[in-house]
């Protein structure tokens, strides 16, 4: 294993597809554009091209071939095909198992048991294709920015990122789960029916200073986290207070009080993992822990 390894690895599980055709594995890893312009008004899709020089010269002595990109409006996709039987992509399958897609793809146990470089470049590789920071990001005052990290659908996914990032030493501040008790505690949406309202993507948020050690490789990422990071520090300084203090900490270095909530009528939906499908939830934090991400 290998830093440009673990990178590419961290695409793929982030927002990456396999087809395999003929003996032929294609890989394509979608970069989405969050936003059109970056909030100092420039174009992400150049940002994004900019960046895919980058992440070519890391990518393509590992792979051995060039790597084809196209770009939209939306996102930039990255692709590159291999005979299967080559060593590479052995390996690759090998780390994502059955799974074909970022969906139902899972962290394989070995990754946990990689250098803590190669844990943060398969993070990074992993946030440049999910994660994003902008400044509506903020958690209460509008100088503690937060990057958050999308993933759709794949509960455990969001599992395996968070026990990671605690093997490197990061919080997870919040996890916004995609379940009804969350995204729609007070039943608000169902009650004006809209009773599917909560079935949107997973976020995971991690305040901006404590997400430096990962990084990104995409440079308007980069800038914006830089940038946050540093706004975050001194709003805290300029309330006495030293920002690692409160946002070093585990969830469960924290004593809160959870706001009960309403049950809703959604807390036993098929679409919901068997481990907490009919279970009902004050808080985020009970969700975690029931599906393995704890001290």
């Given amino acids: 294993m290998n830093n440009e390894m673990a990178y ?8 990456g597809e396999i087809n395999n055709s003929s003996g032929t594995s294609i ?7 969050k936003k059109l312009q970056t909030e100092d008004f420039h174009d992400v899709k150049i940002y994004v091209k900019a960046s ?6 890391v990518l ?3 792979i051995s071939s060039g790597i084809s990109f196209t770009q939209n409006e939306t996102l930039t996709i990255l692709s590159f095909s291999k005979p299967e039987e080559d060593f590479l992509m052995r390996e690759i399958l090998r780390y994502v198992g059955a799974a074909v897609t970022h969906s139902n793809m899972r962290i394989h146990n070995d990754v946990f048991s990689f250098t803590t470089d190669q844990k ?3 993070l990074r590789g992993f946030c440049d294709v999910t994660g994003y920071i902008r400044r509506s990001n903020y958690f209460i005052d509008k100088y503690k920015h937060r990057v ?14 968070c026990n990671l990032l605690k093997d490197v030493g990061i919080p997870v501040q919040n996890i916004d789960w995609a379940h009804p008790n969350m995204r729609d505690s007070k039943l608000t949406k169902y009650n004006q029916g809209k009773p599917n309202f909560w079935k949107k993507e997973h976020q995971i948020k991690i305040y901006a200073n404590e997400f ?5 490789g995409v440079i308007h990422k980069t800038q914006a986290l830089q940038t946050y990071s540093d ?3 001194a709003g805290f300084k300029a309330n006495n207070i030293v920002a690692s203090d409160v946002t070093h900490n585990f969830y469960w270095e924290v004593n809160s009080k959870n706001k009960v909530k309403p049950h809703h009528p959604c807390e036993s939906d098929i679409s919901l993992p068997t481990q907490i499908r009919g279970k009902h939830y004050d808080s985020w934090k009970q969700i975690a822990e029931d599906l393995g991400y704890g001290k």
Avoid: Q, T
């Avoid at 590419?8 to 927002?15: A, Q, T």
């Fill in 8 to 15: 590419l690895l961290g695409m793929i599980c982030g927002n």
């Fill in 27 to 33: 890989i394509s890893i979608e970069i989405p554009h």
């Fill in 52 to 57: 895919i020089a980058d992440i070519r010269k």
């Fill in 60 to 62: 393509e002595p590992l």
């Fill in 120 to 122: 943060k470049m398969f």
């Fill in 148 to 161: 958050y990290i999308e993933i759709p659908n794949n509960w455990f996914m969001v599992i395996d990122i």
């Fill in 212 to 216: 430096l050690p990962i990084g990104f």
């Fill in 231 to 233: 706004e975050l520090v």
